[in-house]
């Protein structure tokens, strides 16, 4: 397993509270970009403009991958576009949600 | 991509504050009311002990509630900043010693009421000029700021024409639009305040409590359009005495909320999130209760009987409408703030709990509807003017007021 599948299995552990949904499921992290150094750096969405959790899970993106032994320093950068849509959720997801 | 920090969450102490006081509140008047029951079905409700009650009940709990709601809610659905945080803790402590100390005035001696008011009115000022320089901050404006702005200014009519029955009461001043100004104060504190203020904010927590996505909002203009022409269409009857205008005023309100409603149903049906919560089921069945409950309103104003059905309507629009939903939106806002409170530092470090798991879901169900069971029994009360069924109704309806209080607070034990 490399070092970027090693993240998004990382990123598995945090999920949107609200929703019960991991962050990978939910479509939320739009890409994830290493340096030779080993610092990591995450684009992520959120499912609405202003989420009240907003802090929280960027927060909690940024001390899971911190915790990858291999991972130097970690950018956590949260976008609003491309907004997020429903099509960017993985199967489980949607499955989650009872779709 | 743009990549962006807003940095917009509010302090969550100041919402918690206020959302606290309230509850406590909530609890003591349901306390004073059961103690005091007896009086009210007598008639002789307008005695101190009531006083105390209806104003903990009124200012205590539902704008205490409304204010810390606010303080939550406008960052998110404004993506601004609360203008002063600090500000808004001394508002706080204003507004929290102003309405206690009223309201026990109220209760031992309500002739020295006069000074607490003036405190309570002052933070409610304070609140107001809070909003204002927030709101004034937001990049750019959308139909949420009109709602929410038009609620406030609403909440600064009310508050004034309070204060101007006070006066005339008091010098005889405007004597002859008593009624006009009594009946004015009600449509804005309800109507104005409070259903504008749900609207706005259920536009903004529908779609994100049950994930829709790709709804249309060209519907929210009419229901502001439509909703707001009745609300002034109907106070201009009240001063011109006008059955006319009363009922275009009336229809128009039942309109407005029934597109609305309407305009929720296709939101809702455009979820992701197959399983609602049971709290937000709640709030949106507050909804459909609230267009009933102006249907009804509306249909009586045509027949005969308005003048006696009215209060026990607008009991109903109290209860079912109003205080369902920020009952049911309190379910989801208390575990939020408790959970970002405790949690938001563990998360992605240990397994922490989903928001649901901050509540017992199980006793939403029973509680909830035990609450609207009880309000349409005092309801049937008022109307058959039974005083029985009206104390049971109030005694059953108290106690699930207490257990929803101490359900909530439960979760601070999360």
């Not at chain 1, 929703?19 to 340096?35: K, R």
């Not at chain 2, 009745?230 to 201009?236: A, F, H, R, S």
């Not at chain 2, 059953?396 to 909530?408: D, F, N, R, Y």
């Amino acid at each position: 397993m490399n070092l970027e599948e090693k993240i998004f299995e990382e990123l598995k552990s945090v999920y949107d509270p609200e929703l019960g949904i991991n962050v990978v499921d939910l479509g939320l992290i739009y890409s994830v970009g290493i340096t030779e150094e080993n610092d990591v750096s995450i684009t992520m969405t959120l499912t609405t403009p202003g989420c009240p959790l907003h802090n929280s899970i960027t927060s909690g993106v940024r001390y899971c991958v911190e915790g990858i032994e291999e991972v130097n320093k970690v950018d956590v950068n949260l976008v609003w576009q491309p907004a997020w849509s429903p099509d960017k959720m993985t199967e489980d997801g949607r499955r989650a949600l009872g779709r | 991509m743009l990549p962006q920090n807003l940095g917009t969450e509010t302090n969550i102490k100041l919402p918690f504050s206020f959302i606290l006081f309230s509850l406590i509140a909530l609890v003591a008047s349901q306390i004073l009311l059961l103690a005091n029951g007896h009086m009210m079905t007598d008639g002789t409700f307008r005695i101190p002990e009531i006083w105390s009650a209806a104003h903990l009940l009124i200012l205590g709990w539902a704008l205490m509630v409304a204010m810390g709601a606010m303080y939550q809610l406008v960052p998110v659905a404004f993506l601004t900043k609360i203008w002063n945080e600090k500000f808004g803790f001394v508002q706080f402590f204003i507004t929290a010693a102003g309405i206690t100390s009223f309201s026990a005035m109220l209760y031992f001696a309500p002739q020295n009421a006069v000074i607490p008011g003036v405190i309570t009115l002052i933070g409610i000022f304070m609140f107001l000029f809070q909003m204002l320089m927030t709101l004034r901050t937001q990049a750019n404006p959308n139909i949420l700021t009109a709602f929410v702005g038009t609620a406030l200014v609403c909440l600064f009519l009310t508050i004034f024409l309070g204060i101007t029955m006070i006066y005339s009461m008091k010098t005889g001043f405007l004597g002859e639009h008593y009624q006009a100004i009594f009946k004015s104060h009600l449509l804005l504190g309800l109507t104005g305040w409070f259903t504008l203020l749900i609207f706005g904010f259920s536009y903004k927590m529908v779609p994100m409590f049950s994930l829709a996505h790709g709804f249309p909002m060209v519907q929210s203009r009419y229901v502001y359009g439509i909703y707001v022409s009745g609300l002034v269409l109907t106070i201009i009857s009240f001063y011109s005495d006008s059955s006319i205008l009363l009922k275009n005023g009336f229809f128009l309100l039942f309109a407005g909320f029934s597109i609305f409603s309407w305009h929720i149903r296709i939101i809702v049906k455009k979820r992701l999130k197959k399983k609602l919560d049971k709290p937000f089921s709640f709030a949106l069945s507050a909804i459909g209760l609230g267009n009933v409950i102006h249907a009804a309103a509306f249909m009586v104003l045509l027949s005969s009987k308005f003048a006696s059905l009215i209060g026990p309507l607008l009991y109903c629009y109290i209860l079912l409408w109003i205080v369902l939903s920020i009952v049911g939106y309190l379910y989801k806002i208390v575990p939020f703030l408790w959970w970002t409170y405790k949690y938001s530092k563990e998360i992605g470090k240990a397994k922490v709990p989903s928001l649901k798991e901050m509540m017992n879901e199980k006793l939403i169900v029973p509680v909830l509807s035990v609450f609207i069971g009880s309000v349409l029994v005092v309801f049937l009360a008022l109307v058959l003017k039974t005083t029985i069924l009206f104390n049971l109704g109030q005694f059953v309806l108290s106690v699930a007021m207490l257990i929803i209080a101490s359900s909530i607070f439960s979760v601070l034990k999360k």
